[in-house]
């Protein structure tokens, strides 16, 4: 499985929603605390961009020195339609600067020097050291899993609901009739989880690991083949 490190990597790198909260800070539209941009640089700060003129630019050019608390809160909302869309959260608290130069006109680059980091995701709660962000990398299918999963739900629906038959005791049936709709909800370089829903609302997930970790879109190519094949074994 990917580590916490891992996962919290590939949430701060990735396009989820996310929001930068500074105690004592109120603005009056909640979009003016969401960066346009965020970046990890080598130590494992964060880089992110906003309006020159916005509140959060305001608070971090008039702190002294790095005095300036504050907390990026990340949400990860799965790509298709399917019961409990939120896959998890991440969150990185640190000391906030200003860092001029480094973003175009009319905008403001800030710096959160990550002090503690935490996700709570479908692997559960982890508590993250500032080190092993640093040293974590993204997942390398992260750019694409959104694409790749809403392509597997609306283009492989018949074959994803195939993968019931590699549940053993939890499939009741065989049958294409009474097999639970399959949704594809999360992709790594390690596996795919799939959200299986029984009648109404009622869902599990069940977790497919690779053979071995893919490294690209081709190796997940050929990953999702072998899958489907024992499957349909």
Do not use: K
């Amino acid at each position: 499985m990917p580590s916490a490190a891992e996962r919290t990597r590939t949430l701060v790198q990735s396009t989820c929603s996310a929001v930068l909260l500074v105690p004592g800070l109120s603005v009056i539209h909640p979009d003016q605390l969401m960066p346009d941009s965020r970046s990890v640089g080598p130590e494992g700060d964060l880089f992110l961009g906003f309006p020159a003129q916005s509140p959060v630019v305001r608070a971090a050019t008039r702190a002294q020195g790095d005095e300036l608390t504050a907390v990026l809160e990340i949400t990860d909302v799965a790509p298709v339609s399917v019961p409990h869309r939120i896959r998890g959260r991440a969150r990185i608290a640190g000391w906030l600067t200003a860092v001029p130069g480094l973003a175009q006109p009319g905008r403001m680059m800030l710096r959160l020097e990550t002090g503690e980091a935490s996700v709570d995701d479908l692997w559960g709660f982890e508590e993250v050291e500032p080190e092993d962000f640093r040293d974590a990398v993204a997942d390398p299918l992260a750019d694409h899993e959104a694409e790749l999963l809403q392509h597997l739900h609306s283009a492989h629906g018949d074959r994803m609901a195939t993968l019931s038959a590699l549940l053993g005791d939890r499939a009741e049936c065989g049958c294409a009739e009474q097999r639970p709709a399959a949704v594809p909800v999360a992709l790594d370089r390690f596996g795919l989880r799939v959200r299986f829903i029984e009648g109404g609302s009622a869902c599990f997930d069940a977790r497919f690991e690779f053979p071995d970790p893919v490294r690209d879109v081709t190796g997940l190519r050929r990953a999702m083949h072998t899958l489907f094949e024992a499957a349909s074994c």
